[in-house]
């Protein structure tokens, strides 16, 4: 069964606390992304990866870090340096002749 | 610098009528051009592409969306709504050579009326 998985569903966390989202593609694409989404906004890039070991910033990537060091997986994590860390985050990967993005089900993060 | 605006941020439809959503975007290239929908508190799904082929480009669900160049407009339509279409609807423009960066309008929120 292909896709993308993102644990957990929801998340809650005290201020100042570091946290790590996971995302997860059986797909065998190179590219991943990490999209954060406030209500009655669209998606804005947090980090993305062209290929393992290598990710570049985003829009929006103050207060976040991500790691690559497998094709598959493409953890978020969400320091206490973000200053409103409350949001929906969508993880997405891309591959093929017209890269489209594959999205995951996507986390909401709470953070009191 | 590519974008795309969404011209309704809510479009309100009665089940059998059409669905019209509007989208134009700005490309210094020849872009893809995509739309995705999203039900609440889920993923983004693929509804359609264009990637230089076909103008007319049919998708899932009975949706389908023209690519007008001289307008720079890429409208998704389906000719008769169902409950289940309810749902927010992004467009999105990817320029192909440059990573493939992808850009997202501000979404539409469609509703459907019995």
């Known amino acids: 069964d292909g896709g993308i998985t993102q644990s957990p569903k929801y998340l809650f966390r005290k201020e100042g606390q570091n946290v790590t989202l996971s995302c997860e593609q059986n797909?065998?694409?190179?590219?991943m992304y990490w999209y954060r989404q406030d209500p009655g906004q669209g998606l804005r890039l947090i980090y993305y990866?062209?290929?393992?070991?290598?990710?570049q910033k985003g829009d929006i990537a103050e207060g976040y870090s991500v790691s690559r060091e497998k094709k598959e997986s493409f953890p978020l994590t969400v320091t206490s340096a973000q200053k409103n860390p409350t949001a929906f985050y969508l993880c997405?990967?891309?591959?093929?002749?017209?890269?489209?993005?594959?999205f995951g089900p996507g986390t909401r993060l709470t953070v009191t | 610098a590519q974008s795309v605006t969404q011209l309704d941020s809510h479009v309100s439809v009665s089940e059998g009528t059409p669905v019209l959503l509007r989208c134009n975007y700005s490309?210094?290239?020849?872009?893809?051009l995509f739309w995705y929908v999203q039900h609440p508190n889920k993923g983004l799904q693929l509804l359609l592409k264009?990637?230089?082929?076909?103008?007319l480009v049919k998708g899932i669900n009975g949706f389908e969306a023209e690519f007008k160049k001289s307008e720079t407009s890429f409208h998704l339509t389906k000719p008769s709504a169902h409950m289940s279409d309810a749902a927010e609807y992004f467009c999105?423009?990817?320029?192909?050579?440059?990573?493939?960066?992808?850009?997202f309008g501000a979404g539409t929120r469609l509703t459907v009326k019995p």
């Open positions: 997405a990967s891309a591959g093929g002749a017209t890269y489209e993005q594959y």
């Open positions: 797909l065998n694409h190179d590219a």
């Open positions: 990866s062209q290929i393992v070991n290598d990710f």
């Open positions: 999105v423009v990817s320029d192909p050579y440059n990573n493939n960066d992808m850009r």
């Open positions: 490309s210094s290239y020849s872009p893809s």
């Open positions: 264009y990637t230089s082929a076909a103008t």
